[in-house]
């Protein structure tokens, strides 16, 4: 219907498509109708009263079946969509597609979206949860709008806090078994870091380990680093199994570390980068981009560093996948590095020049200020995690009696729900302030009062009892039934606009709104045993549907039942 009514103006006014669909507004009421056109621009062009450019643009628009009436107010047109009509294609739609509803052919590109970025050896901590949340749902977009995409994870496996960690469990833990827990593994690096704060001169013994680790000469170490790194990486798999989150790649730095110095030779060779002071650097300055200032890529001792390690990375990404578009995850304090790499791209004319993007990420900090814990750095997701399912447990005995399993399955999916919701409804490169009580609430704009709608919608169709006919109208359609059928039609649109702006924001913000029109729906039509039984039956379907597709785009799994 937006297209209908576009198009209408398209031809009235004399205005481009994209100019309309730029000024075309939604009312805050539904007796201004559904959709509102401002004349002033066309005032603008044309010199004449904007109110009587609309008064004028009213009387060219013919009758149509799509509206129930199109009429001037002022200095704006407003149109009135047919309700009867709005209905049918709407539920119609949705019952057909299901939930398919909101996809698009939008584009056809192979898309990297690398994202989680933990290292081995260290805590998987709650800043790690924003950005996971983020990139699986920017990925359920992408797919959603027709892309085709590769969900990438690059984790470091090798430098000094692995060398920490192994120095410390030879040293201290060497009787303790090896376990793949990320507690424990992060307990040892908390250790580590304490030893060395006490006794400063121990650094050494840590500065031998790295050498002997880079060179790869001490055949025990390497046998402990890989065993370690197995018992790491395995810890992730619990984790992305309770994120709902799936990689098709891993890479890991020690994967491109030769490659790196091949690469920094080779870029020396060209003249784009340079030796200076024994490091391997591209100045800027000789490129005339002295805002960038100099990209370090190979430390004076020859040892790769990050710049060089993403160089090389890129290469590969775009070799084995052939892809259209890279994005990279990654805190927004990295912008300006994210710069250098991109510039570097254009000099060395690579395959990842004008392909590749960073989607800028913020920090996650509590009430009382920034994360800190036992490392005193950052807290660990399972620590944050158990606490909100802890919460949650005590919020569901409130409600319901239940046995203990299905206690334990349900306050994990609110838990999780609440922690993606939280960190996915703000715009990513905003500081989220991350309040337990407020994120765990049943009530207002949060993740369990999502589930909770959506498990009220399943019980009203449960308690119904009945099969009803799929093609049903009424008699009369009530306002609040027209707004929340409205809110179902425009989900494909917010999917499009979340796809455009990758904002999975918009998504989780639509989800709060349309929650709270099925409520103010709810508590004001009665459904069952009502006149309009059938047809009020299928806008809670329909909306049932909807909802749960919006979760399935924030990853985000639905309870049937609180």
Request: hydrophobic fraction near 35%; proline fraction near 2%; include cysteine.
């Amino acid at each position: 219907m937006k297209e209908k009514t576009i198009a209408l103006l398209t031809k009235q006014t004399n205005l481009s498509k994209k100019e309309i669909e730029k000024l075309l507004e939604v009312p805050p009421s539904p007796e201004l109708g559904d959709y509102a056109f401002p004349c002033f621009l066309l005032s603008k062009k044309l010199k004449q009263n904007p109110n009587q450019i609309a008064s004028n643009v009213v009387g060219k628009i013919k009758k149509s079946k799509e509206f129930e009436k199109i009429e001037a107010r002022g200095p704006y047109i407003n149109f009135f969509i047919n309700r009867r009509g709005l209905a049918e294609k709407t539920l119609g739609k949705i019952q057909k597609e299901k939930g398919k509803y909101g996809s698009a052919k939008l584009s056809s590109d192979k898309v990297m979206i690398e994202f989680s970025q933990p290292n081995t050896h260290k805590a998987f901590h709650v800043g790690h949860v924003r950005g996971t949340s983020l990139g699986e749902s920017i990925s359920r977009i992408l797919e959603l709008a027709g892309n085709k995409v590769v969900r990438a994870n690059y984790s470091g496996d090798t430098g000094m806090h692995i060398a920490k960690w192994l120095w410390c469990y030879k040293k201290y833990h060497s009787k303790a078994k090896l376990k793949d827990d990320e507690s424990w593994i992060a307990g040892i690096y908390v250790d580590a870091i304490k030893k060395l704060k006490e006794n400063l001169d121990l650094q050494e013994e840590v500065d031998e380990v790295n050498r002997q680790l880079e060179s790869r000469s001490n055949k025990e170490l390497n046998e402990l680093w890989k065993k370690t790194r197995t018992a790491s990486i395995k810890s992730w798999e619990k984790i992305y199994k309770e994120l709902n989150t799936k990689f098709d790649v891993h890479y890991f730095e020690s994967e491109v570390e030769k490659p790196a110095k091949l690469l920094a030779k080779e870029l020396v060779k060209k003249k784009i980068a340079k030796i200076s002071e024994g490091a391997t650097v591209v100045d800027f300055k000789d490129f005339n981009a002295e805002n960038l200032g100099v990209f370090l890529l190979l430390r004076k001792d020859g040892t790769v560093l990050y710049g060089g390690k993403d160089m090389s990375l890129a290469e590969r990404k775009f070799k084995e996948f052939k892809l259209d578009k890279s994005y990279y995850i990654i805190g927004r304090e990295q912008d300006l590095y994210f710069q250098q790499v991109f510039k570097t791209f254009e000099l060395m004319k690579s395959k990842a020049a004008g392909k590749s993007f960073h989607i800028m990420l913020s920090e996650v900090r509590l009430p009382t200020g920034k994360m800190s814990s036992r490392s005193g750095e950052n807290i660990l997701y399972s620590d944050f995690k158990n606490e909100l399912v802890d919460y949650a447990k005590i919020q569901i005995k409130k409600r319901h009696k239940t046995n203990e399993k299905e206690l334990s399955r349900r306050a994990l999916a609110i838990a999780i729900a609440s922690m993606k919701y939280a960190m996915l409804k703000q715009d990513a490169n905003r500081t989220i302030i991350f309040n337990k009580e407020e994120a765990m609430k049943f009530e207002g704009n949060t993740g369990p009062y999502l589930l909770y709608t959506y498990a009220r919608a399943r019980n009203i169709l449960k308690k119904a009892k009945k099969t009803f006919s799929k093609k049903v109208t009424a008699k009369k359609i009530k306002d609040i039934e027209k707004i929340l059928l409205s809110k179902l039609s425009s989900f494909p649109d917010i999917v499009a606009r979340s796809y455009a702006e990758l904002a999975p924001s918009l998504i989780a913000n639509y989800a709060y709104q349309l929650a709270k029109t099925f409520n103010e729906f709810y508590h004001s039509q009665q459904v069952i045993n009502s006149q309009e039984e059938d047809f009020r039956l299928s806008i809670v379907e329909a909306f049932s549907q909807v909802l749960k597709n919006s979760l399935n785009l924030l990853g985000i799994e639905t309870l049937e039942e609180m």
